[in-house]
C-alpha cells in the first residue's frame, strides 16, 4: 500500500526528497529502491528519480551503481550523482560520469587519486587524450612510472602529439630512470630534437650498443657533438675512442679525427 501511495508522490519532483528522507528515516533501504524502481517505469517519470535511484544505489547497494549509470547516464542530473559518488568514495562510477560530462581533466585526476580502485588502462587512455590541462600529461607520466611502468610507453605514443619532448625527457631525466622510454623516443626521433638524441645516445653508451649510436649521430645532426666527442676520445672502450673519431670528422676536425685514429693504429 506505502508503494501504491508513493508512486503517486515520486512523480512530483518537489516532494521526492521528503519521500526519500522519510524512508531513511525508519530504514527501509530497499523499499525505497524499489520505489524508485517502479517510479522509471511511470508515464510521468522524471530526472530526479533516475538521479535518486542513482544515489540509493551508491549508499545502499553499491554494486549496482555502475551498470544503472551506464544503462541511464543521459537521465540523470550528472553533477550531483558526481558529488555523491565521490561523498560516498564510488571513484570508478565517479570517473566514467566525469567522462561523459566532458570533464577529462577530472576523470584523471580522480584515477591518479584513487589509483587502487577508479584506474584501468583503457578508461585512463580514453580520457587523458582530451585532457584540457597539458600540465596533466606530465603528471599522468610521473603515475604510470611510479604504478604501470611497463605501460609507460604504450601512454606515451598515445599523447606524443600532444607532448613538448625536451620538457619530457626533463621529466624522466630528473626520475632516473630514461632508459624505461627507450623504444617511445626511438619512436619519435625522427623529429630530430637534440634532447631525445642526446637522451638516446647516452642510453645506447650506457647499453655499449655502439651499432645503434653510430647510426644515431650519422642519421640525427640535432646534439652536441662535440662536446660527446671530448667525453668518448678518451674512454677506455676501443669503439667509444672510433664513434670519437667519427664525430670529430661530422664537424670537420679532420686534424684532430686522423690522430685519434692514428693513436689506436685503425689506418
Known amino acids: 500500500m506505502a508503494a501504491l501511495c508513493g508512486q503517486h508522490i515520486i512523480i512530483h519532483p518537489d516532494h521526492l526528497e521528503e519521500l526519500n528522507a522519510f524512508y531513511e528515516k525508519f530504514g527501509y533501504f530497499n523499499e525505497l529502491i524499489a520505489l524508485l524502481e517502479q517510479g522509471m517505469n511511470l508515464e510521468r517519470t522524471h530526472q530526479g528519480i533516475y538521479t535518486d535511484l542513482g544515489i540509493m544505489y551508491a549508499k545502499y547497494n553499491r554494486h549496482r551503481l555502475m551498470d544503472f549509470v551506464r544503462a541511464y547516464n543521459s537521465k540523470v542530473m550528472i553533477p550531483r550523482l558526481i558529488r555523491e559518488c565521490e561523498r560516498y568514495q564510488m571513484w570508478a562510477e565517479a570517473v566514467y560520469l566525469h567522462g561523459i560530462y566532458d570533464q577529462q581533466d577530472q576523470a584523471i585526476i580522480t584515477m591518479i587519486e584513487h589509483s587502487p580502485t577508479a584506474w584501468k588502462h583503457d578508461t585512463f587512455c580514453q580520457n587523458i587524450v582530451n585532457v584540457a590541462n597539458h600540465d596533466l600529461l606530465y603528471k599522468a607520466i610521473l ?12 601512454l606515451l ?18 626520475t632516473g630512470h630514461i632508459a624505461l622510454i627507450t623504444s617511445f623516443l626511438e619512436s619519435v626521433q625522427s623529429q630530430n630534437i637534440s634532447a631525445v638524441n642526446e637522451a638516446l645516445n647516452e642510453i645506447y653508451l650506457d647499453n655499449q ?22 667525453g668518448l676520445e678518451n674512454h677506455e672502450l676501443l669503439e667509444c675512442r672510433r664513434i670519437a673519431a667519427l664525430l670529430y670528422r661530422k664537424n670537420k676536425k679532420y686534424n684532430k679525427s686522423i690522430e685519434l685514429s692514428k693513436r689506436d693504429d685503425l689506418y
Open 143 to 154: 603515475f604510470y612510472l611510479e604504478e604501470e611502468p611497463m605501460l609507460l610507453c604504450d
Open 209 to 230: 650498443d655502439f651499432e645503434k649510436l653510430r647510426q644515431s649521430i650519422k642519421e640525427y645532426d640535432s646534439f652536441e657533438s662535440v662536446d660527446l666527442a671530448g
Open 157 to 174: 605514443k598515445l599523447i606524443s602529439q600532444k607532448l613538448d619532448l625536451t620538457r619530457t625527457v626533463s621529466t624522466l631525466r630528473k
